[in-house]
């Protein structure tokens, strides 16, 4: 198919509205067939369970053009899976996995000139949601919901594409001790708004959250977990119950162990340990690797060794490797790459 005349490499992370997008309704305690349309709008009532209590569910992937010119996208078993743990937590209706995968592909396939030719450093991001669409007004869950996904070509996150980040150790909290950290919904990113500005504001580009119960150990940022590398380059990425189980990070400790030959340790992680780490970067599918330079805690600065000019040198592996997994340059793990034909 024509690709569209998109200037890719000049994207940033943005909404550019596309051809297709799927949609499927959940009425009577049953999911409808769903299907694609072309109406990139939702009409739903005032009183919709999204809009008085926030009852809502995300999820993120992309689709890529491999090095051979086929469409693929990166592991959307994963993100059925972890949609299916947000939906429970909300005490929303499971989306079906194998429902949810051709979903995806359906949309992807509707939507292929937009996907970003090789090498262009861009891609088509994807965004499956699922939302409560019926009348609420006593607090409970709707009745009805309704699953879309839409995609939109993306480039970097981060303006600057590699150049290392400088992130605020936040005074806010983004998740609770037993709250919904650990899952996809609307409602955390709703709590991090107020931060993120502010860091923007000040000149930051990110914000570190600190575990909410003690505020000693590094959490995550408002959309992507941490990686940090010792000096004897171990991996070291923070485990914790409020944060959001990343795909790409779970993909980065087996690229790290299984193709780079790095110990990697999953463990909670001290704030006051930060200063050891001889790289940090910020992975997530938005962020991919987004390497940080300096991490600033109320004016104190903690100045990663690998600096503020480059990628540290194990972030990069990691980096190379992963991207050339998605991008078909390096061969994949079984069942990582979905083919879309
Ligand atoms: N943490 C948060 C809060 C996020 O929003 C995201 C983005 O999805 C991630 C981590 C990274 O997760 P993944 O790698 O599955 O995209
Ligand atoms: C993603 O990486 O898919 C996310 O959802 C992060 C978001 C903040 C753009």
Redesign the pocket.
């Known amino acids: 198919m024509e690709k569209k005349n998109i200037d890719w490499a000049n994207l940033g992370f943005g909404y550019i509205v596309t051809d297709k997008r799927f949609v499927s309704n959940y009425r009577n305690g049953a999911w409808d067939e769903g299907g694609l349309t072309e109406d990139a709008t939702v009409t739903i009532s005032e009183c919709a369970g999204v809009l008085q209590y926030a009852q809502t569910i995300f999820e ?1 992937l992309k689709a890529y053009t491999t090095e051979k010119g086929e469409t693929v996208i990166f592991r959307p078993d994963l993100n059925a899976e972890r949609m299916e743990q947000s939906a429970k937590r909300l005490e929303m209706p499971v989306y079906p996995k194998d429902k949810f995968v051709d979903a995806i592909v359906e949309t992807v396939r509707a939507n292929s000139a937009y996907v970003p030719p090789y090498g262009t450093g861009a891609t088509l991001y994807v965004r499956p949601y699922m939302f409560g669409s019926s009348e609420v007004i006593g607090v409970k869950p709707a009745q009805e919901y309704q699953f879309r996904v839409f995609t939109t070509p993306v480039g970097a996150y981060f303006k600057g594409g590699a150049k290392p980040l400088t992130i605020k150790v936040s005074d806010f909290d983004r998740a609770a001790p037993n709250g919904t950290g650990h899952i ?1 919904a609307g409602l ?1 990113y709703a709590m991090s708004l107020h931060a993120i500005v502010t860091a923007h504001e000040e000149g930051f580009d990110e914000n570190m959250y600190l575990d909410p119960r003690t505020r000693t150990k590094v959490e ?6 941490f990686l940090f590398v010792t000096k004897d380059k171990k991996v070291v990425v923070p485990k914790s119950s409020s ?2 189980p ?4 779970r993909s980065l400790v087996h690229v790290a162990k299984e193709y780079l030959g790095l110990e990697v340790e999953e463990r909670e992680v001290l704030f006051d340990e930060v200063k050891e780490f001889a790289e940090a970067g910020l ?4 962020a991919v690797i987004s390497p940080v330079g300096k991490i600033v805690n109320h004016g104190e600065e903690i100045c990663i060794p690998s600096g503020m000019a480059d990628m540290g040198p194990v972030t990069k592996e990691l980096y190379d490797t992963l991207t050339g997994i998605q991008m078909g340059r390096i061969e994949a793990p079984e069942g990582w790459i979905k083919v879309v034909e």
Do not use: D, F, H, V
């Open positions: 993120g996809k955390n995550e940022t408002g959309g992507a977990n944060i959001l990343s795909i790409t990070r992975c997530g599918t938005a």
